[in-house]
């Protein structure tokens, strides 16, 4: 058997996949198993910041991988104390929990926003949280509860109760949630990346902020696909000027490895004690040992180029013939076409060049490092297949 039918007869069928095979690459570059060039538009969704096989992280990665590539975090290891350090000094918060992947960071999140109510109240009568239709917070029992999508609550119920879904558009849904006085906190995505690359406008998340402080709510941000550099900042909140009280991260921190991060604010710096949470991968020393060469690097000339790139995306796009609308921020651009999203994907792939999908969109997040060459290269690919 070939390889795509080894796969279609042993893996889940949870993944509709495209029909291609990659075997390697390099930076912004993939090869599929004939040798077939690719510029890659999808980092595997937003998780390959500085692309494929980048030196720095394989380097960062293989050194510790001869030394320690596991312990239990029943003892310190070098990278994950080093990689919270980093973390806290350039976001400003206090504390780190690691696990592997997005919904884990979500759902220490989750539970921290819980317990820090019930210490302060007393009881659970603070529990539910708020959360906007259209989000995405991950495929975990709890974060599709979370998930302000209707399509993804059903079938697998009974859900975790405790979320209610607010507009992200009319504040007011929030503040009529929050006045009931049963919420400990408001979970945004500040761009909702799989609901179709929508920004929040900085207007709506100026009222929600001041909702949140006014009852006494925490302030959640789900940065798992806007973190690490992807918008254009090392954290979207940063250009929204508010200080969260818990970021979940994971996608492109680990630079291909998986991670996932629960950063703590002051308010809830202390709220877990030991044995509250834990993971037994969580801050991994060679994931984590990654992603130090991956934040050590996203400086502001970094973030400079993510928005000029960004800008270059929309200007070429803006306006070409097929295409609707262009949203986003940064590397992390939706672009609703004339054409079904999943047809301007297969034509591109046809053609070398391989976006995402998102909601009915055409998705593209980029390598952060991406040339100015492959990406003018790729976008008049793609400006091609969305008028043909
Ligand atoms: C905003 C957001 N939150 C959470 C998740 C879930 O992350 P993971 O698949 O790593 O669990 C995703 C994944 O796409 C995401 O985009």
């Not at 989000?135 to 974060?143: E, K, P, Q, V, Y």
């Not at 030991?274 to 990654?290: E, I, L, M, R």
């Not at 949203?327 to 297969?346: D, H, R, S």
Request: hydrophobic letters at 40%; aromatic letters at 6%; one cysteine or more.
């Amino acid at each position: 058997m070939d390889i795509k039918e080894l796969d279609k007869t042993y893996v889940a069928n949870t993944y509709g996949r495209a029909d291609v095979v990659f075997v390697r690459g390099s930076g912004a570059e993939v090869y599929d198993d004939r040798g077939r060039r690719y510029i890659d538009l999808g980092a595997g969704i937003a998780v390959n910041a500085f692309g494929l096989a980048d030196p720095v992280w394989v380097e960062a990665v293989t050194a510790q991988l001869s030394k320690l590539q596991h312990m239990s975090n029943l003892y310190y290891t070098a990278p994950c104390a080093k990689l919270a350090e980093v973390l806290c000094r350039r976001t400003g918060m206090r504390k780190v929990f690691f696990g592997n992947s997005g919904a884990e960071a979500n759902e220490c999140a989750i539970k921290t926003a819980r317990k820090w109510a019930f210490d302060k109240y007393g009881d659970e009568s603070r529990s539910t949280i708020i959360t906007l239709k259209n989000s995405f917070h991950g495929r975990t029992i709890t974060t599709l509860a979370a998930t302000g999508q209707d399509v993804f609550h059903t079938k697998f119920g009974p859900f975790t109760p405790g979320f209610v879904h607010a507009s992200a558009q009319d504040a007011s849904e929030v503040r009529a949630f929050a006045q009931k006085g049963n919420c400990c906190a408001v979970m945004l995505e500040l761009v909702q990346g799989e609901g179709g690359v929508v920004p929040l406008t900085r207007e709506y998340v100026d009222e929600v902020v001041d909702i949140a402080r006014e009852h006494d709510m925490l302030i959640i941000v789900d940065e798992v696909q806007t973190g690490n550099g992807r918008t254009g900042s090392l954290y979207a909140y940063q250009q929204f000027g508010f200080m969260p009280d818990l970021v979940s991260t994971a996608k492109g921190l680990g630079g291909g490895l998986p991670l996932g991060a629960c950063l703590m604010g002051e308010r809830v710096e202390h709220t877990l004690s030991a044995g509250d949470h834990g993971s037994t991968f969580g801050g991994n020393p060679v994931s984590c040992a990654g992603a130090l060469s991956i934040i050590g690097r996203i400086d502001d000339a970094l973030l400079a180029d993510v928005r000029r790139k960004g800008e270059f995306i929309r200007r070429s796009l803006e306006g070409a013939e097929g295409v609707v609308s262009v949203t986003g921020m940064g590397l992390m651009v939706g672009i609703e076409c004339e054409k079904p999203a999943g047809e301007v994907v297969a034509a591109a792939i046809a053609r070398g060049v391989v976006p995402l999908t998102a909601h009915g969109k055409v998705r593209l997040v980029p390598p952060l490092t991406i040339t100015d060459e492959q990406l003018a290269e790729a976008i008049e690919i793609l400006k091609e297949v969305i008028k043909a």
